[in-house]
């Protein structure tokens, strides 16, 4: 059974830091491309950073949070990351660690459970 | 901020059908490929559609999805109580060289 848990998640204040971590079982992590997506409590889904799978390891990140945000993966540790540094008050949001569908653009097929991320003073 | 957008709400009795329209762009429904995705309160989303038109195994057919032009669509037919949720659009836009998803789209089952 494929199975995708967040940690790393909690408060923190404005400017601090946060790495948030996704382990994966239950399928070849290698071969997965990997994402960070976030929700916002009560609002709409915004995709947030990208790492490619065991031939390149590229990764691309949003917009708004490119230079603040870093997405890694160890794929002997079966795990994914994400930095967080710099964060902001509309950073505050449950963030999903979700994996592509396999050999097709712009679909994830599995989505963890999510952690939550509250940026707060 | 949203670069989809969608219906906001939609709603029918059970055994109706339902449509959701996702508009867009070139940039990204007009040129790159559109998934669909259901979420239930305090859930995580899955998957219903990729591909435009896709069904991922265990999503039932009486969920389709289209595209014409720079709009794609979700459908549901014969309505049950249990698609009572909220929906999502995606696709990659190249201009922002990012994944980007819809405003979502609240379906109520009277």
């Known amino acids: 059974e494929v199975q995708l848990v967040e940690s790393g998640g909690g408060l923190v204040q404005p400017g601090g830091s946060l790495r948030l971590s996704c382990v994966a079982s239950?399928?070849?992590?290698?071969?997965?491309?990997m994402n960070w997506v976030r929700q916002a409590p009560g609002k709409g889904l915004e995709w947030v950073a990208h790492?490619?799978?065991?031939?390149?390891?590229?990764?691309y990140h949003a917009d708004s949070v490119r230079g603040r945000f870093t997405i890694s993966r160890d794929n002997s540790k079966n795990s994914v990351f994400l930095q967080m540094n710099s964060l902001r008050v509309e950073d505050t949001a449950f963030y999903y660690c979700?994996?592509?569908?396999?050999?097709?653009?712009?679909?994830?097929?599995?989505w963890g459970r999510g952690t939550l991320v509250t940026v707060s003073s | 901020q949203s670069v989809l957008t969608q219906t906001p709400s939609s709603s029918g009795t059970p055994g109706q059908r339902v449509t959701i329209s996702c508009s867009g762009t070139?940039?990204?429904?007009?040129?790159?490929?559109v998934s669909w995705y259901q979420q239930f309160p305090g859930a995580a989303p899955k998957l219903l559609i990729h591909?435009?038109?896709q069904r991922p195994s265990g999503v039932p057919d009486r969920i389709s999805g289209s595209k014409s032009g720079t709009s794609a669509y979700l459908a549901i037919s014969g309505l049950q109580s249990e698609d009572e949720a909220d929906y999502y659009c995606?696709?990659?836009?190249?201009?922002?060289?990012?994944?980007?998803f819809g405003t979502g789209s609240k379906v109520t089952v009277l």
């Open positions: 995606s696709s990659w836009d190249e201009s922002l060289s990012g994944h980007v």
């Open positions: 070139t940039a990204n429904i007009g040129s790159q490929p």
């Open positions: 239950g399928f070849t992590f290698s071969n997965y491309e």
């Open positions: 591909s435009d038109d």
């Open positions: 979700v994996r592509d569908l396999l050999f097709v653009g712009n679909a994830w097929d599995y």
């Open positions: 790492v490619s799978g065991n031939r390149n390891n590229l990764d």
